[in-house]
């Protein structure tokens, strides 16, 4: 059923309010094909929504925004390992626990990252040095145009940090609706990054004891320690990249700011954008309705209920402030909309 004027601020964890022009709620292949006959015969653009996790809604949306409600899990074991079949609908973090209470690993350093299993993909999501790719086997997605199902391998979606070719040349083309994800048959915890290793030394737990039940837990504390829930404070997690220089940017970087925390990218560096924010003074600093959060200057957080303008012109300052005193370009981690 296609609705009209809806406010879009239960469906996004910003909470800005926005009306879309239309909005349907779909559960099935066979309805999301419906709604986008319903959009391609009037030319109206596509927001597909899932937690609302990613967007940022600048203003009122003149189409049909799409709430994708597709569900479905399975688990099925093989001689080399296992693999998880999700709907695009399926809650992510409840997705990484049905796999670790099952006893199995390769998912849990992605624990409670926010939002819907079909946007996963778009994102490249990743956390404590495991990305997406790393466990990912294909995807489906319905094209726009025509309503088809069509399947993408892992060299179809030319995944890159935070990236995909969704958010590239596919663009606005398809709609996820399932996600096949391949996980190892002989588990490894992936601890090697620096506030999850420190943590798991810190409660004296010997890599041999881990278990990705352990794993997903100290993901799970250190995330609740450092990011906002979005039903308390509005918020749509790290709202920047991590941005990527050349060694020599780094290193000139580095001499003049001894503390900076930077990791290896091949044959560049990444530095921590939350950092650069800090070290600038921003965080927890507010601008009326909207700001940057008191503990994690990678979260800007919509406290007030503030419009969408508010916060993107937040987002605008603190990067142009960045760029200036270290040289930076810091690209939004959400999409914006319209």
């Not at 420190?198 to 010997?206: A, D, I, Q, V």
Request: proline share 6%; hydrophobic share 40%.
């Amino acid at each position: 059923m296609i609705e009209s004027d809806i406010d879009l601020q239960p469906h996004n964890t910003l909470a800005i309010s926005a009306q879309s022009a239309h909005f349907a709620r779909v559960q099935t292949l066979d309805q999301l094909r419906e709604a986008l006959t319903f959009a391609r015969q009037r030319r109206l653009p596509i927001l597909p929504l899932g937690g609302g996790s990613n967007i940022v809604l600048t203003g009122d949306f003149p189409g049909l925004a799409i709430q994708l409600d597709l569900r479905g899990l399975s688990v099925k074991s093989g001689d080399f390992g296992h693999t998880v079949c999700a709907a695009a609908g399926e809650n992510w973090h409840q997705l990484v626990m049905t796999t670790v209470e099952k006893g199995l690993g390769g998912l849990e350093n992605l624990a409670l990252i926010p939002g819907k299993v079909g946007a996963a993909p778009i994102q490249n999501i990743g956390a404590y040095g495991i990305e997406l790719r790393d466990r990912f086997s294909s995807l489906q997605a319905m094209e726009i145009a025509s309503g088809e199902i069509h399947r993408f391998d892992t060299g179809d979606c030319a995944f890159a940090y935070r990236d995909s070719v969704f958010k590239g040349s596919l663009r606005d083309q398809y709609i996820i609706t399932q996600v096949s994800l391949a996980l190892p048959g002989a588990w490894e915890p992936c601890i090697g990054y620096p506030a999850l290793h420190g943590y798991l030394r810190k409660c004296n737990w010997e890599s041999g004891a881990l278990t990705p039940a352990v794993v997903a837990q100290a993901v799970t504390d250190i995330r609740n320690s450092k990011l906002p829930l979005p039903e308390i404070i509005p918020n749509a997690g790290s709202f920047f990249k991590n941005p990527v220089v050349e060694t020599a940017h780094y290193e000139s970087l580095k001499a003049a700011h001894p503390g900076l925390v930077a990791f290896v990218a091949g044959d560049r560096w990444k530095l921590a954008a939350a950092w650069l924010i800090d070290r600038a003074g921003w965080r927890g600093v507010r601008r009326n309705a909207v700001g940057v959060h008191d503990s994690q200057a990678l979260v800007l957080v919509n406290p007030g209920r503030g419009s969408g303008e508010e916060l993107t012109g937040l987002a605008e300052e603190i990067a142009a402030d960045v760029y200036a005193k270290f040289g930076v370009s810091l690209e939004p981690e959400p999409r914006y909309y319209p």
